[in-house]
């Protein structure tokens, strides 16, 4: 392409160019991809030829396969899977047995999301009750029964008993030690218990992270996703970080710290499609078909860590798949049904439902409150942006200075400062579900916190509960709540990105819950003492309970973490999933839009695409637009006046083959029809450039160095010392023009999920 | 034999007391303000009340729990009485917890062993074994690992094969930490 020759024929004619056309770039194969749905028989026989070629790529093993930190070639796996299964279609006529086998291909899909599924549902009951029996164990032990916790050691004691009156089967530490249940003593033990377990779960997760599965700590959803775009991490889904995952998870969640379950169960049920799917070589051993049971997985992590199976299917949709055809929406959904029976029916947490903090709702809200949702909604971006930048600050000083040196030490340090500040608040005490349950609910009768301490007026029948001035109990919750957030903020900023596995939604939608409950606290006060005020419209007069706190608590919860990780649809589907009600869409919408709105005004990513860049994963967001104006010519590799590597058609030989191999580090070549005209045949990945020469050095009797390559496909010549390689040739690249525009080649890139592109120029071939 | 019937005794202890329990797998919880709070308003004690019992679920209501234990003290205010309660039907299922309480106390044991066999003495053995030991070079592929771990199948026995296996998995690890602590490429 270098060749002044090459530079005449840019000003040519029509004519000439469609004779350019037709050189050996357009070949037998490539129609064969583009026409996948022909049915005809002589097709049929034409793909059976060229499927049992590729299945004679076996014999080179690990064609197909690729090396760890490159990008899938979404286009060729594809094309794979299609002649496979078109081989599949063919051979079904032939015997029974191939029937069923067909049959078996066809429902393997199914099959493994069921699988996928039902393990997700164990797994996530298996980490739910142990992390609600380890946290637990930080405040005491339940002696006649060691494996419960403390509200199943409760469960049964069939007495009347009061409120602090607590049920005696439960010991905390003070009791245990001989000590009484109050007092500055106890209060001591307890304090130095609850530190050292802390510490102790910690240092077991960190350093078992450490030891086993590096790749499990964090929350996972940023790889997810830079894996579910096409990205190939060796062991980030495989055995060994599935269970450190699980055991960590249980261990970093039950030391106090700031994080929650969440975006690793995400990673969990990931690690678990990867698994199964090897049991189904259709999806094992292709990773584009690999891809659509991971996301079916995803929608099953959040389907099971949220109980909200459509959310779930949402989320997957919305924030972590790449590429989503309609066929891996209904799989996801079977998946996540599954996946959220299998673990309603282990019912972790004794309520009948899948999380701890479901809610139940029915009140009727005014339209006076868009306003305090929306600016609830604004509050959460803020919040949310903070996070976001003062985390990214924080992670970005971690990995470029000496303290990612020390990882262990780091999680020990933020565990006890943790720990230290979290004990004297009872509501950073509490198990971060529990407070955001807390603050989700109403205050009825069985909620016996200060955050309930109303005046209320038992002896009018006829309401059941009615408006009431709050009394000093409400005010002191709500100043131990205001230190509470931003404690937890100041917390989770440091916590997310330590080296266990921790996620963010827990906290941020703690953080959103706690904001929001003060504000819908305010709004319920201003409504009681001023009740006939215009904005209420009359509907606080009658004495009803016209506000509710627990629901600006939801709708602040859903904006921080609207706000953090940009979701919307899935964000108030798993909402409302949470809550059981519908007519709470609007609330939750406004909250999400609004803090969508002021966090894309602030900061231009979420969480997770601030993560990938940070990491500076090859992540091609399909949301962000090209703004450069240039050429494909312009961007190619190598530019125009440096040479291309390419390989010749049939005349090298395995010596120049190895050669070229050694001295660059391309990832594929182009193959043309000679050095002098450099029309295009296809294109030959290095990987498999050099599993096939290794695997002919080992099989094939006869090869020298001196042997030619062939990759025409059509006569390998007499002699048996010639390496043809026309199987593991590309014929159909995707290639452009060299005038192509920029935009174009990126959308190519993004919609067709392609790997490399070959640049022409009237069919010669320039990168 | 004494080391026998100290554990047939222990074992006879947790059996018995665990069945002696009454661990039931559901109830009916109800919470009442005290009746004191209700009827006069002036005393407003905190104390609210707590009853579990253990009927079916359609008798999980004031009627079926409270009455029948405090039916004298609310005698013939009923109506006023029993709309402050609440109650819920609860199950759950003790079997599952005490199985998944214990197998996951035993994995991080058995994590927690292996740990400390690869820090303590998995360095002593390996020294020992660097002398003789061969290294694969062809194993960094995933699905060459079928063809070679068969071919020891043949040769080695299963020791060498879990040696090998370990050995690949270690290696792996290390290019794990590699990228998280010392390059910080990965997970930050």
Same mark, same amino acid.
Request: charged share 20%; hydrophobic share 40%.
């Given at each position: ?369 868009? &306003? #305090?949702?929306? /600016? %609830? +909604?604004? =509050?959460? !971006?803020? @919040?949310?942006? $903070? ?118 939604? &827990? #906290?941020?939608? /703690? %953080? +959103?819950? =706690?904001? !929001?409950? @003060?504000?819908? $606290? ?122 291309? /590597? ?122 | ?188």
């Amino acid at each position: 392409m270098n060749s002044p020759v090459e530079e005449d024929i840019v000003d040519i004619t029509p004519g000439l160019q469609q004779a350019a056309d037709t050189t050996p770039t357009s070949h037998g194969t490539f129609q064969l991809y583009e026409h996948p749905g022909r049915t005809s028989s002589a097709s049929a026989n034409w793909d059976a030829v060229i499927f049992s070629g590729m299945q004679g790529d076996d014999d080179i093993p690990g064609i197909g396969q690729y090396d760890d930190f490159h990008t899938i070639d979404w286009q060729r796996d594809i094309a794979r899977d299609r002649m496979r299964h078109r081989y599949i279609v063919k051979k079904r006529q032939d015997s029974l047995w191939d029937l069923i086998k067909g049959a078996h291909d066809a429902w393997s899909g199914w099959v493994c999301v069921l699988l996928v599924g039902v393990c997700t549902g164990v797994v996530a009951g298996v980490i739910d009750i142990g992390a609600s029996w380890m946290t637990d164990l930080k405040f005491g032990i339940c002696p006649q029964a060691f494996w419960f916790n403390r509200e199943q050691c409760c469960w049964s004691s069939n007495e009347t008993t009061f409120d602090h009156g607590n049920c005696s089967q439960w010991l905390t530490w003070p009791q245990v030690f001989g000590e009484s249940r109050d007092g500055a003593g106890a209060y001591v033990i307890s304090y130095l218990f609850y530190i050292a377990w802390a510490l102790v779960f910690a240092a077991l997760s960190a350093s078992l992270v450490r030891m086993f599965a590096p790749y499990a700590c964090g929350s996972g959803i940023p790889e997810i996703k830079t894996i579910l775009s096409g990205f190939i991490i060796r062991g980030y889904l495989g055995k060994w970080t599935l269970i450190i995952k699980v055991v960590g998870l249980i261990l970093s969640v039950s030391s106090g710290l700031s994080l929650g379950k969440e975006g690793p169960m995400v990673h969990i049920a990931s690690c678990l499609g990867n698994i199964l799917s090897y049991l189904f070589p259709k999806y094992g051993r292709n990773e584009a078909k690999k891809r659509e049971i991971l996301s079916a997985a995803a929608a099953a992590g959040v389907s099971v860590a949220f109980g909200a199976p459509i959310g779930g299917v949402l989320f997957s949709l919305e924030e972590v798949s790449y590429y989503f055809p309609l066929k891996t929406l209904w799989r996801s959904f079977f998946c996540a049904l599954i996946a959220a029976f299998i673990l309603r029916s282990i019912n972790p947490f004794g309520n009948e439902h899948s999380v701890l903090f479901f809610v139940e709702y029915n009140k009727p809200w005014i339209f006076f409150e868009l &306003i #305090p949702f929306v /600016a %609830l +909604g604004i =509050i959460g !971006g803020c @919040i949310a942006t $903070i996070f976001i930048k003062a985390n990214i600050f924080w992670c970005r000083y971690r990995k470029h200075s000496k303290l990612g040196q020390y990882p262990v030490t780091e999680v020990l340090i933020v565990t006890l400062v943790t720990a230290l500040i979290s004990y004297p608040n009872p509501y950073t005490r509490m198990n971060t579900s529990q407070l955001i349950y807390l603050l989700f609910n109403q205050c009825g009768i069985s909620n016996s916190d200060p955050l309930c301490d109303y005046d209320r007026n038992f002896t009018d029948v006829n309401s059941a509960i009615e408006k009431a001035a709050a009394r000093p109990g409400v005010y002191g919750a709500i100043g131990l709540l205001c230190l509470a957030l931003v404690l937890k903020l100041a917390m989770t900023v440091f916590t997310f990105g330590i080296k266990v596995p921790c996620g963010l939604f &827990i #906290p941020s939608l /703690a %953080l +959103g819950a =706690i904001a !929001g409950r @003060i504000v819908g $606290i305010g709004v319920e006060q201003l409504a009681y003492h001023y009740p006939k005020i215009w904005i209420f419209s009359g509907e606080c007069s009658t004495g009803d309970d016209c506000i509710t706190p627990g629901l600006y608590a939801m709708v602040g919860a859903a904006a921080v973490l609207g706000g953090v990780t940009r979701m919307t649809v899935s964000l108030v589907v798993i909402m409302f999933e949470l809550t059981g009600g519908v007519r709470y869409i609007v609330p939750l919408m406004a909250a999400a839009m609004a803090s969508k709105w002021v966090g894309d005004a602030l900061g231009r990513q979420g969480i997770y695409d601030a993560h990938i860049a940070l990491n500076g994963y090859p992540f091609l967001d399909s949301k962000d637009e090209f703004q450069h104006t240039s050429l494909a010519a312009d961007v190619m590799q190598p530019k125009r006046n440096e040479t291309l /590597a390419v390989i010749t058609q049939d005349s090298m030989t395995v010596d120049d083959v190895e050669t070229l191999l050694k001295e660059t580090e391309h990832n594929g070549y182009p193959v043309v029809v000679s050095k002098e005209s450099q029309y295009l045949v296809g294109f030959v990945l290095r990987r498999d450039l050099n599993l096939a020469i290794a695997n002919a050095r080992r099989t094939l009797a006869g090869l020298t160095g001196q042997s030619p390559v062939v990759f025409g496909g059509t006569a390998p010549p007499a002699g048996a010392a010639s390496l043809p390689l026309s199987r593991i040739l590309d014929m159909a690249p995707i290639t452009v023009t060299d005038q192509t525009p920029m935009e174009t080649v990126v959308d190519m890139f993004r919609k067709l999920g392609l790997r490399q592109t070959l640049v022409t120029h009237n069919g010669w071939c320039k990168d | 034999m004494l080391l026998k019937y100290i554990v047939l005794c222990l074992t006879t202890i947790c059996i018995v007391s665990v069945s002696g329990q009454s661990y039931e797998d559901k109830r009916c919880k109800c919470v009442c303000p005290s009746p004191a709070a209700v009827f006069n308003s002036s005393a407003t004690t905190d104390h609210r009340r707590h009853y579990i019992a253990n009927v079916p679920p359609n008798k999980c209501n004031c009627e079926g729990v409270i009455l029948p234990r405090d039916g004298a003290e609310i005698k013939g205010r009923e109506q006023e009485f029993c709309p402050r309660c609440e109650c819920k039907y609860e199950n759950r299922n003790t079997t599952i917890i005490k199985v998944v309480v214990i197998i996951v106390i035993w994995v991080i044991m058995l994590l927690v062993v292996y740990m400390g066999f690869l820090i303590c003495l998995d360095p002593l053995i390996n020294k020992r074994a660097k002398a003789s030991y061969q290294e694969h070079t062809n194993e960094d592929d995933e699905s060459t690992l079928s063809g070679p771990s068969q071919q020891m199948g043949l040769r080695g026995n299963v020791l060498n094969r879990v040696t090998h296996q370990q050995d690949k998995w270690k290696k792996q690890v290390r290019e794990q930490r590699r990228n998280i602590y010392d390059r910080h490429t990965m997970l930050n």
